[in-house]
């Protein structure tokens, strides 16, 4: 179902924020933990979403040298969530020690590479981080790692999803944010997308946050994005 393919973050700083948010929006199947709530909440959180038999994205986002990555991925696989996030540029050593790390588990996640986070824009990428390479390449480059690796799958901006896709395969997962409706403000995010463009282009799964949860009718925000995408 198309409404499976959005993922929505609970971008909220305590557990019970973060309940009311799911019981609002109890149409929403998949979720996403990321740092704040995780380190608010620990595993409390993960725990209440399993229960109510939702998906879980757990993005933490691990960048460390290769024997932290794959401690820490093989810990949070005890959780049983459906997808787990490290960045690309730990290297080739520590993406597969991830994978290495999480074959024992009873039920695996699927690991999922950073890219380039949406909010950084080409100028940032050249001036503060040097990277001499344009920003889509560099994109590209750091999933063909991801891939080699043996990782599952990659997080990229919807304006980079279509050459990964071409390039990397119909197999290899793409889970987009950075992705807004026609009628919602970017905000911070610098490389954007409407839903029905990044699906189109070639995304699995796209994250979509406060187009919903910050609209005044969330339900109604929802039903509206999900319309948009099965025309």
């Known amino acids: 179902m198309t409404k499976n ?21 109890p149409q929403v199947s998949f979720w996403k933990v990321g740092l704040e709530l995780f380190v608010a909440t620990g595993s409390d959180i993960l725990k209440f979403l399993k229960y109510q038999q939702k998906q879980i994205f757990l993005d933490l986002k691990f960048h460390d040298i290769p024997n932290t990555v794959a401690g820490a991925c093989r810990s949070a696989s005890q959780y049983e969530v ?78 980079e999803v279509s050459q990964l896709r071409e390039v990397c395969g119909k197999d290899f997962l793409l889970v987009c944010p950075g992705v807004r409706p026609s009628w919602a403000k970017a905000g911070d995010q610098s490389r954007v997308m409407t839903p029905l463009e990044a699906i189109k282009a ?30």
Request: proline share 6%; charged share 20%; net charge negative.
């Open 5 to 25: 393919k959005i993922i929505v973050p609970l971008d909220v700083s305590n557990l019970a924020d973060a309940i009311a948010l799911v019981e609002k929006l």
């Open 82 to 159: 459906d997808l787990l996030t490290l960045h690309a540029t730990a290297g080739k050593k520590a993406l597969q020690a991830a994978v290495e790390a999480i074959n024992t588990a009873e039920k695996p996640p699927k690991l999922l590479a950073i890219t380039v986070l949406t909010s950084f824009s080409s100028r940032e990428l050249a001036f503060d981080l040097k990277i001499p390479l344009e920003l889509p390449e560099y994109a590209l480059q750091m999933a063909i790692l991801a891939q080699e690796s043996g990782i599952d799958g990659a997080v990229c901006s919807p304006q």
């Open 202 to 231: 070639g995304a699995d799964y796209l994250v979509i946050g406060r187009p919903i949860t910050a609209a005044e009718n969330p339900v109604e925000a929802w039903e509206r994005i999900c319309t948009e995408i099965e025309t």
